[in-house]
Protein backbone atom coordinates (compact mmCIF):
# COMPACT_ATOMS: atom_id res chain seq x y z
CA UNK A 1 0.00 0.00 0.00
CA UNK A 2 1.21 3.36 -0.67
CA UNK A 3 0.32 7.01 1.26
CA UNK A 4 -0.40 9.95 -1.27
CA UNK A 5 -0.47 13.65 0.42
CA UNK A 6 -1.07 16.22 -2.58
CA UNK A 7 -0.07 19.87 -1.47
CA UNK A 8 0.42 23.32 -3.98
CA UNK A 9 -3.12 24.02 -5.28
CA UNK A 10 -4.10 27.57 -4.52
CA UNK A 11 -5.73 30.36 -6.29
CA UNK A 12 -4.36 32.21 -9.32
CA UNK A 13 -4.67 33.72 -12.64
CA UNK A 14 -5.47 33.43 -15.80
CA UNK A 15 -1.64 32.45 -17.25
CA UNK A 16 -0.20 32.35 -14.44
CA UNK A 17 1.59 29.04 -13.16
CA UNK A 18 1.35 26.09 -9.88
CA UNK A 19 3.13 23.48 -9.09
CA UNK A 20 1.58 20.14 -7.20
CA UNK A 21 3.83 17.65 -5.45
CA UNK A 22 2.16 14.60 -3.80
CA UNK A 23 4.48 13.10 -1.42
CA UNK A 24 4.28 9.16 -1.47
CA UNK A 25 5.13 6.68 1.50
CA UNK A 26 4.60 3.13 1.90
CA UNK A 27 5.34 0.67 -0.64
CA UNK A 28 6.75 2.75 -3.29
CA UNK A 29 8.89 0.60 -4.98
CA UNK A 30 6.39 -1.45 -5.75
CA UNK A 31 3.77 0.63 -6.89
CA UNK A 32 5.93 2.42 -10.35
CA UNK A 33 2.83 3.41 -11.97
CA UNK A 34 1.74 7.27 -10.69
CA UNK A 35 -0.86 9.35 -11.99
CA UNK A 36 -2.57 12.72 -11.33
CA UNK A 37 -6.35 12.99 -11.97
CA UNK A 38 -8.53 16.45 -11.58
CA UNK A 39 -12.32 16.79 -10.84
CA UNK A 40 -14.43 19.93 -11.76
CA UNK A 41 -17.65 20.27 -9.88
CA UNK A 42 -20.76 18.25 -12.03
CA UNK A 43 -18.18 16.86 -13.94
CA UNK A 44 -16.39 12.94 -14.14
CA UNK A 45 -12.81 12.53 -12.53
CA UNK A 46 -10.38 13.24 -15.81
CA UNK A 47 -6.25 11.56 -16.48
CA UNK A 48 -4.66 14.65 -16.56
CA UNK A 49 -1.13 12.71 -16.69
CA UNK A 50 0.14 9.57 -16.28
CA UNK A 51 3.92 7.74 -15.45
CA UNK A 52 3.53 4.35 -16.54
CA UNK A 53 6.18 1.37 -14.75
CA UNK A 54 8.79 2.04 -17.57
CA UNK A 55 8.99 6.11 -17.34
CA UNK A 56 6.57 6.73 -19.98
CA UNK A 57 5.17 9.72 -19.92
CA UNK A 58 1.46 10.95 -21.05
CA UNK A 59 -1.00 13.53 -20.76
CA UNK A 60 -4.60 14.25 -22.10
CA UNK A 61 -4.56 16.36 -24.95
CA UNK A 62 -5.86 19.44 -23.21
CA UNK A 63 -3.12 19.80 -21.16
CA UNK A 64 -0.10 19.30 -23.70
CA UNK A 65 2.58 21.57 -23.68
CA UNK A 66 1.54 23.32 -20.45
CA UNK A 67 1.82 20.53 -17.86
CA UNK A 68 4.88 18.39 -17.04
CA UNK A 69 4.99 15.56 -14.19
CA UNK A 70 7.94 13.74 -12.92
CA UNK A 71 8.99 11.22 -10.36
CA UNK A 72 11.69 13.15 -8.15
CA UNK A 73 14.76 10.57 -7.52
CA UNK A 74 15.25 12.03 -4.12
CA UNK A 75 12.32 12.07 -2.13
CA UNK A 76 9.76 9.81 -4.81
CA UNK A 77 7.35 12.18 -4.92
CA UNK A 78 5.68 13.44 -8.23
CA UNK A 79 5.10 16.78 -8.88
CA UNK A 80 3.21 18.43 -11.26
CA UNK A 81 4.39 21.72 -12.95
CA UNK A 82 1.16 23.77 -14.74
CA UNK A 83 1.58 26.66 -16.53
CA UNK A 84 -0.51 28.82 -18.72
CA UNK A 85 -3.26 28.11 -16.68
CA UNK A 86 -6.82 28.32 -18.17
CA UNK A 87 -9.84 28.46 -16.21
CA UNK A 88 -11.65 24.88 -17.20
CA UNK A 89 -7.98 23.73 -15.24
CA UNK A 90 -9.77 24.56 -12.13
CA UNK A 91 -10.46 21.39 -10.35
CA UNK A 92 -9.45 18.90 -7.32
CA UNK A 93 -5.95 17.83 -8.54
CA UNK A 94 -5.48 14.08 -7.31
CA UNK A 95 -2.59 11.92 -7.13
CA UNK A 96 -3.02 8.18 -7.82
CA UNK A 97 -0.94 4.88 -7.50
CA UNK A 98 -1.58 1.20 -6.57
CA UNK A 99 -2.28 0.65 -10.69
CA UNK A 100 -3.59 -3.29 -10.73
CA UNK A 101 -3.31 -5.26 -13.74
CA UNK A 102 -6.99 -4.10 -14.96
CA UNK A 103 -5.15 -0.34 -15.14
CA UNK A 104 -7.07 0.78 -12.25
CA UNK A 105 -5.47 3.14 -9.56
CA UNK A 106 -6.72 2.02 -6.09
CA UNK A 107 -4.16 4.82 -3.93
CA UNK A 108 -5.68 8.27 -3.76
CA UNK A 109 -4.63 10.82 -2.22
CA UNK A 110 -7.10 13.59 -0.57
CA UNK A 111 -6.93 15.91 -3.08
CA UNK A 112 -5.67 20.01 -3.47
CA UNK A 113 -7.74 22.23 -5.13
CA UNK A 114 -6.58 24.64 -7.75
CA UNK A 115 -8.89 27.40 -9.29
CA UNK A 116 -7.72 29.73 -11.75
CA UNK A 117 -9.39 33.09 -12.14
CA UNK A 118 -10.63 34.63 -15.48
Known amino acids: QVQLVESGGGLVQTGGSLNLSCARS????????VAWYRQSPGKERELVAAIDWEGNIRYVDSVKGRFSTAIDSDTKAVNLHMSDLRPEDTAVYYCASCRNFMGNYYCWGQGTEVTVSS
Open 26 to 33: GNVDSAKA
